[in-house]
């Protein structure tokens, strides 16, 4: 079955399932806020679906760019444990009715 094509609506919504980068770790805070980050870039037809979007701070998400997340591990591998870390974080939380973690691991074979 097709996972449910939902956004984080806003900056919000993405702090509230998310409080640390999932690419560095970093909390996010009023300075450092929680972005959207496509994990597959939308100039390489990623969507705006919550399944492709992973929170990030500004700084990782301007690294990660239009890299795909191979390529990004490839120059980060740090990013890898910290990804995993923030996926079991996320275990067990829902947006819009759909378990996110689950979501984003089925979509890009991430297992841990
Ligand atoms: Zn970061």
New binding site residues.
């Given amino acids: 079955m097709k996972p449910s094509p939902i956004v984080f609506r806003n900056a919000r919504a993405v702090r509230a399932i998310a409080k640390h ?6 909390e996010f805070t009023r300075r450092n806020p929680a972005t959207f980050d496509h994990v597959i870039p939308r100039l390489r037809g990623g969507t705006k679906a919550t399944n492709n979007g992973l929170a ?2 500004q ?2 998400n301007g690294l990660k760019g239009s890299l795909s997340l191979d390529e990004f591990f490839r120059r980060f591998p740090l990013a890898i444990q910290n990804v995993k870390a923030y996926l079991k974080e996320r275990q067990g939380k829902k947006i819009d009715g759909v378990e996110y973690a689950a979501a984003i691991k089925k979509r890009f074979g991430l297992y841990y």
């Avoid at 980068?21 to 970093?26: E, L, V």
């Fill in positions: 980068c999932a690419y560095c770790g970093d990030a701070c700084h990782c």
